[in-house]
């Protein structure tokens, strides 16, 4: 097995949405804010290569959605979904199978695009099946009011319509390769891959923890449909994080690509951040 982060890009979020009820001049220690009170965010994709296989966990904003929409979060940099798989000797058609977290735009925005002519939508990976799981899609495709204007049709309809879509279901090591942790707190039935890697493990955290700045427990996304179930489940995973040193592989942390933990006084806190490089080789 070898694994890969790919940058698929930046944008940029609200702080305050994105560290709820905590204050700005407290989060502002860990995540500075801009003039206009916005934070700097990746998007940060998982490249597995296993085997014959070749997935691919999350797929960041795509390219098909207007310039107007892309105005409201700010792109910055150079990284590029395609960019970044190149630099690893790989393009889009080479991957078997692809992992989606969940499906808020930022997470599955990149698996579906335009065809040449711009007529109708398909998968931008042409040869990949395509993985979540039915209580997810269900609460994506029937969207409740307060999370409606994240899951996109046009994201998420086509993957349906491709034939290329699967559900993971009790056996999913079987089916994907890995062990995967479901959260509910973010959204219903967010998957966490979970692997063992060069004798660690590495634990793809998604938005249970979008950045370093938000290991303490109270530092929850306005974006949570279940705050009070995040701080829960988050407790539980930290824990066992510090406890079995695991490393956390952060989607949207613009400056850092894994961290540990560790118990301290005050609670789990940060132990270490690392470039992946330096860690796993």
């Known amino acids: 097995m070898k694994i890969y982060p790919i940058e698929t890009g930046n944008f940029k979020l609200d702080g305050g949405a994105m560290f709820g009820v905590v204050p700005k001049t407290i989060w502002q220690k860990t995540n500075p804010a801009d003039a206009n009170n916005l934070i700097d965010m990746s998007m940060r994709s998982m490249l597995i290569e296993d085997g014959d296989r070749l997935i691919l966990v999350d797929t960041g904003l795509g390219a098909k959605q207007s310039n107007k929409f892309y ?5 910055f940099g150079d990284f590029s979904l395609d960019t970044s798989l190149a630099k690893h000797g790989f393009h889009r058609d080479d991957i078997t199978d692809v992992f989606l977290t969940h499906l808020h735009f930022d997470h599955c925005g990149g698996a579906i695009e335009w065809n040449a002519e711009r007529t109708f939508l398909q998968p931008a990976f042409k040869n990949a099946k395509f993985w979540s799981n039915d209580k997810h899609w269900k609460w994506a495709t029937e969207p409740n009011p307060r999370e409606k204007a994240s899951f996109f049709k046009e994201n998420i309809n086509p ?4 034939g290329q879509l699967n559900f993971i279901h009790s056996n999913y090591k079987d089916q994907i390769g890995f062990d995967v942790l ?4 973010h959204t219903e039935k967010q998957m966490l891959p979970m692997l063992t890697y060069q004798g660690k493990t590495i634990v793809f955290v998604a938005d249970l923890l979008p950045t370093i700045g938000h290991i303490p427990l109270a530092y929850v996304m306005g974006y949570d449909t279940r705050p009070l179930l995040t701080l829960k489940e988050k407790a539980a995973f930290l824990n066992q994080a510090a406890d079995k040193e695991y490393y956390l592989f952060l989607e949207h942390d613009a400056y850092n690509e894994l961290c540990t933990v560790q118990h301290t006084e ?16």
């Open 71 to 75: 105005s409201y979060y700010y792109l």
């Open 159 to 162: 993957i349906k319509e491709s």
């Open 182 to 185: 479901f959260m509910d707190g």
């Open 266 to 281: 005050k609670g789990v806190r940060l132990k270490n951040t690392h470039k992946f490089i330096d860690i796993f080789n």
